[in-house]
């Protein structure tokens, strides 16, 4: 039995694609690297794993900084998957962690590797015992427990690693083991799949590939057995440039014997012989007749577009790795509409000559409602009467007829096209056994299944690019038109989506009405307004409504519910607790929904656990929900889809800003949120919701709903200030401004005003900045909200310092300052505390800086907030600055640009680089302060603040023209290192406690540092 961990009985599976599992209900192990985490674990099975190898294990040997970050995140997350009432940082049951690294605590009840390994040992000493029967029984119980490579890690990993190596190579072992004792009893038929799948995956390994061999030749399957060895020899030659080894020469020759001991009267006659790709002669089973099929549909007349797909395809399917497996398989799967069939037809005609005994091809009927799916057992028949194969002559078994066909296959080259498949059940019965063949499948779904246990290579088709939608025009319509109008082109292909069944529909349109203009059908299609009724056809066929349509009848109710609820949704993509808000469900049926919509095709996920839809089949699901009529459903689902972003959004951003002075919105228990556990948890939340999120605040204020827009668009202030986004937040607040105002909400207005000098101050707009703020001030005041006044004063005193006034900046941090004091807020005051001391650095007053730098780390380290450590240690460094120890002020300056570096904030980061490199030309150190710019134009490079960029370069162009003579001090003709022209220095990210505003500008380090500098390093500051 599991052990029972935290109240719960967990058992793990590592011995293919990762599995866990409570009380026999499957979990979802979570994103890519923290299952390969959970991977790594368990195939130590129980044995420590140290920090380092996780690391190398997830990046290889060019980690991000915050790597090990990361790593102790994704441990937390999995510790609280395996017991979702853990407490913060314990290390619970399962996961534990000490010195040597991080182990799973599992024995061979959890852990089926472990059960493996009980097993195999069980049947090694029953064998010794001479108990045969015995150990045959538990081998294959053992090999049951396999279901493929160790943890999946072929497709999470992006290169190989030994722990996960040495489990398939066990693995490998103990199948040939359990393959021998079989030969020797003849009972192979059981231990034939494991080994046919593990030989697919090792078909290099000789040993192993004449184990298969001598199993297949002992089944009967003779033929599959001779081509399987012409096929290992050949690959043997072109990639080693080696023969086969006596093992496997012998295991040939006794496959050989076998089949020349078993021809009798019934054979076939040996005139009529099916040669294998090696060259042996394979007698033709009895009742088939010489026939090439050539089945392929008729390929388009005018294919266009998907130029790179072909080549990296045709390439793919011609190289080392697809010839690495016994039958080459590609899967194209993708939404409806994206043209998979086509793409198929078209890869299966320039192949055709490269499989000269003809070609297969149906329809499966996965998706067609009007239709029922096509059973495997049928398309078998179908294949084989094309093959030669009478009716009278196919078995009526299902398994029989795959046998059959498989059997007919051998030693023929032949290309098989399965399209519109639904399952990988579906498909595995029509998949050729033995070497030779290709297999194409299209499906709307993502057949996984295909790649686990048959190396399939799946490729997601995506919308045509900007060139080839114009091109899939030209080609249709006719280049003279599209060249006359290349605008009402562009239009069109961007309201198609750059679909191709769209484009399509709108080509057919322009030839049968050519004297109507390109204008006139991107007219039509813009006042549709997004929607499909711009798409009709009278074929129905190709009708986009219809296709959709297709998917969507093969939804249960509550998916179908949930797709149609999906166009209520404001942003490019969702994750499944938002789909869970939207559709009012717990998290694990919101899964469960979304993966359904996934496998029709009307959901794709876009990244890792993020899905979409494209904009035409959100328009099908728009016109759905208003047929349906379902208004207060409609709004109910909005609610709880506003709910969930404000919920989240507050709990990210109380982590940014324990200051935050808003109570919390309403929890409902229909709605999931998200809760970060940590600052760059936060961070990483909000960079993926971030136009979610600027999208959700416009939907807010156009559904009339002001205060949630308002309280919403601040909890996202801080993220914008600290990331960069200046231009979110400016639109954001000035639209809550507006929409407050109008409503007579003068608390939303207070807040609103404020957020937006802040924001002027940031772009550098000082009258507009100090307009608003002071008038935010008296909105305040009006309102008796003191902690709101503080932080204004505080935004005040910041701005006079960007302005050079640091004497009345030190009057309004000091009024900020006495009404934190009284209130007993210690992080707002802290956040004051930053500002004051550069202000008194500014005007020289070293002791005052002293003792300010001095509370300002007390307060820090009470806190113990990373964001706060960051602000003291700018204080530090201004209050060294102004004693002339610029040694000193440069380490606090490090000290501040690792923290910010590990915490994640970008501007934060970028304001220290730039402090940091000042600092260092001060000391004559031009390579340090290059680096530092460097790094900070870099973090830059992904933001839309080219004003900050410019400050950058500026500084890095001037470096350039110093003269290394220069002893002392730094060019007068370089910028101050702050700015108005926002974040060039200063608390960028940094002072952010109070909802910051702006970024105070540090002195010019030409006149500034250098006069300092006469004094002997640090002599000032101790």
């Not at 959970?38 to 794993?49: E, I, M, N, R, S």
């Not at 295909?450 to 030209?474: C, I, K, P």
Request: charged residues 25%.
């Amino acid at each position: 039995m599991p052990l029972s961990g935290g109240g719960a009985s967990l058992s793990f599976g590592v011995l293919g694609p990762l599995r866990v599992r409570r009380q026999g209900m499957q979990l979802d192990p979570g994103a890519r690297q923290q299952r390969l985490i959970l991977a790594l674990l368990l195939a130590k099975a129980g044995q420590p794993v140290g920090v380092g190898e996780i690391v190398e294990v997830l990046w290889g040997p060019r980690p991000p900084a915050s790597a090990v970050n990361v790593v102790h995140r994704y441990v937390g997350a999995l510790r609280r998957l395996f017991e979702p009432g853990l407490p913060a940082r314990s290390p619970g049951h399962w996961l534990l962690g000490d010195a040597a690294g991080y182990r799973m605590r599992v024995g061979p009840g959890d852990l089926d590797l472990l059960r493996l390994r009980q097993l195999a040992e069980q049947a090694r000493s029953e064998e010794a015992a001479g108990q045969r029967p015995e150990a045959m029984a538990a081998y294959e119980e053992a090999l049951d427990l396999w279901r493929g490579p160790c943890g999946g890690a072929a497709e999470l990993a992006s290169g190989d690693h030994r722990a996960f190596d040495l489990i398939d190579h066990e693995c490998a072992d103990l199948v040939r083991e359990a393959a021998t004792l079989a030969l020797r009893l003849k009972r192979v038929r059981p231990v034939l799949p494991v080994l046919r799948r593990v030989s697919e995956l090792r078909p290099l390994d000789e040993g192993l590939q004449a184990q298969l061999l001598l199993a297949l030749s002992a089944d009967g399957q003779q033929a599959e057995a001779i081509a399987l060895y012409h096929d290992v020899r050949r690959r043997l030659a072109d990639e080693l440039g080696v023969d086969p080894r006596e093992e496997l020469r012998e295991a040939y020759q006794t496959v050989l014997d076998q089949s020349a001991g078993e021809a009798g009267p019934g054979a076939a006659d040996p005139s009529d012989p099916i040669a294998s790709p090696g060259g042996t002669l394979i007698s033709r089973p009895p009742g088939i007749s010489a026939v090439l099929p050539a089945q392929l549909p008729a390929e388009l007349p005018h294919f266009t577009g998907r130029d790179e797909t072909q080549r990296r395809t045709l390439g793919l399917l011609n190289g080392h790795v697809m010839s690495q497996v016994s039958t080459p398989v590609l899967v194209i799967d993708g939404i409806p509409g994206i043209g998979k069939t086509t793409l198929a037809i078209r890869l299966a005609y320039q192949l055709a000559g490269t499989y000269p005994d003809g070609q297969l091809y149906v329809d499966l009927q996965g998706f067609d409602p009007e239709q029922a799916m096509l059973p495997p057992e049928e398309a078998l028949r179908a294949f084989l009467n094309a093959l030669g194969v009478s009716d009278s002559d196919i078995p009526a078994s299902p398994r029989a007829r795959s046998g059959l066909y498989r059997s007919v296959l051998a030693g023929r080259r032949i290309l098989v096209v399965l399209d519109n498949a639904r399952s990988v059940e579906q498909v595995r019965p029509l998949l050729p056994g033995a070497p030779g063949c290709l297999v194409l499948v299209t499906s709307r779904k993502r057949l996984t299944g295909l790649a686990t246990a048959h190396g399939a290579h799946l490729m997601t088709l995506d919308v045509l690019s900007d060139e080839d939608a114009r091109q899939f025009l030209a080609v249709r319509i006719g280049d003279t038109r599209t060249s006359a109008d290349p605008d009402a082109v562009a239009e069109i292909s961007a309201r198609c989506g750059r679909l191709p069944l769209a484009l399509a529909v709108v080509a057919a349109r322009a030839l049968a009405h050519p004297d109507h203009r390109l204008t006139d059908i991107a007219r039509e299609l813009r006042d549709a307004q997004g929607g499909l009724d711009g798409f009709s056809d009278d074929d129905m066929g190709n009708s986009i409504r219809a296709i959709f349509s297709w998917s969507y009848r093969m939804l249960g109710a509550p998916a179908a519910r949930t797709f149609r609820l999906l166009s209520l949704h404001p942003g490019p993509d969702a994750t499944v607790p938002a789909i869970a808000g939207l559709a009012g469900v717990p998290l694990a049926e919101a899964r469960a929904l979304t993966g359904e919509l996934v496998r029709t095709g009307l959901l794709t996920e876009r990244s890792p656990g993020r899905f979409a839809t494209h904009d035409l089949i959100r328009a099908y699901s728009h016109e759905l929900i208003r047929a349906h009529g379902d208004g207060p459903a409609r709004e109910d689902a909005f609610r709880r889809l506003a709910s969930h972003y404000r919920q989240s959004a507050y709990a990210a951003d109380l982590l940014l800003s324990p200051t935050v002075v808003l109570e919390p919105p309403d929890a409902s228990a229909d709605v999931v949120a998200i809760r970060p556990s940590t600052a760059a948890e936060a961070i990483a939340w909000f960079s993926a919701e971030r136009q979610v999120l600027r999208a959700m605040v416009h939907r807010l204020l156009d559904h009339g709903h002001v205060a949630s827009a308002w309280r919403l668009a601040l909890s996202l202030q801080r993220f914008n200030q600290g990331e960069g986004w200046y231009h979110d937040w400016t639109t954001m607040a000035r639209a809550c401004l507006e929409a407050t105002t109008e409503a007579g909400d003068d608390l939303g207005r207070a807040y609103s005003t404020r957020s937006l000098g802040g924001a002027e101050m940031m772009w550098g707009r000082y009258d507009s900045a100090s307009r608003l703020l002071r008038r935010s001030l008296d909105l305040f005041a009006s309102l008796g909200l003191r902690p709101e006044q503080a932080l204004v004063y505080r935004n005040l005193g910041q701005l006079s310092v960007e302005q050079g006034d640091d004497p009345e900046a030190v009057v309004l941090l000091g009024r900020a300052r006495d009404i934190f004091e009284s209130l007993g807020d210690r992080t707002g005051e802290l956040g004051v505390l930053s500002v004051l001391t550069e202000a008194h650095s500014n005007l020289g007053q070293v002791d005052v800086c002293r003792q300010l730098a001095n509370r300002a780390l007390l307060i820090a380290e009470q806190l113990g907030d990373a964001n706060a450590l960051g602000l003291s240690y700018e204080a530090l460094a201004d209050s060294y600055r102004a004693a002339g120890d610029l040694s000193t002020a440069l380490t606090y300056w490090k000290k501040a640009t690792e923290l910010y570096r590990q915490i994640g904030w970008q501007m934060g980061l970028t304001s220290a680089l730039l402090n940091q490199g000042d600092i260092a030309l001060a000391l004559n150190d031009p390579a340090g302060a290059r680096a530092a710019w460097r790094q900070a134009r870099d973090l830059m490079g992904n933001l839309r603040t080219p004003q900050v960029i410019d400050k950058i370069e500026k500084r890095l162009n001037r470096l350039i023209r110093l003269q290394p003579a220069r002893s002392y001090g730094a060019p007068t003709d370089i910028e101050p290192a702050g700015p108005a022209a926002v974040a060039s220095g200063g608390k960028s990210g940094a002072a952010r406690h109070e909802c910051d505003l702006g970024i105070p500008r540090r002195p010019e380090p030409g006149q500034d540092l250098a006069d300092k500098t006469a004094q002997p390093s640090g002599s000032a500051g101790h």
